[in-house]
């Protein structure tokens, strides 16, 4: 198992503790104490320990598992809207990715995630609470050893070359677009996710008189579905909107 490996803790009454498994011989759960760390390994191979009189049911955590759990300060974006953008954007094994707006880290846990050992994302961030907050969760999932923060605004410029994607979570997209991309490679992949359809617009224009090719705005939408012995019909509660995505590609070497 790795040395780093990010576990899921549940008790008798279902509630949910994460725990990363380093290097020392005790590891500290949030709400739970310290637990010696080869406890936690024996028990992630056969599935349960006890804790004082408390039976534990431990599994390798899920992304889902990581991303429920974080601790918040900026909203963050929704599962529903991650999973577009990582497939929209090609990310894969080994993909090298600019973010931009920190917020609570959920993103950035997602696109680690996506990028493997062998990729790297660098997030820019100018608000200091949501870097310290979005670092914490980030070690919390084991995938720091792929990241690196960067405290500066990202309209400002970007430093990396050749990326192969920029995504940005920010109030001012448009401001950044030049920036973007010069620092994508040919063929590289842009998302802005933006809340109102007004930005959706300031984005777009800015995106076509900047040289981007495939501009295209999409909102995603949620709908669980009740299943039970009688049947199956749509939840009442649709997780409706969130936000708009805005993606575009870098197809020509330059803009002129």
Known sequence: MAA???VLIVDEKGRRYLARIGDDQMTKVSGLGTIRSDQLREALNGGEMTVGERKMTVCAASLGDILSMIKRKAQIITPKDIAVIVHHCSLRYGSRVVEG??????LTIALLSAVGDDGKVWTYEINDEFASIAAKNV???????RWTIVHKDICA???EEKVDAVILDIPNPWDCIESA???LRLGGSFCAFVP????????????VSGGFS???AIETLQRDMVVHDRGIRPSFDMLGHTGY???ARKMKPQHK
């Not at 707006?101 to 959920?106: D, E, I, K």
Request: with cysteine.
């Open 4 to 6: 780093d490996e990010v």
């Open 101 to 106: 707006g920190a917020g609570s880290g959920a």
């Open 139 to 145: 070690h919390g999932a084991g995938l720091d050893d």
């Open 157 to 159: 410029g970007i430093s």
């Open 181 to 183: 991309f010069c620092s």
């Open 196 to 207: 109102t359809a007004n930005q959706v617009e300031n984005v777009y224009k800015s995106l």
């Open 214 to 216: 495939d501009v295209r």
């Open 245 to 247: 995505l805005v993606f």
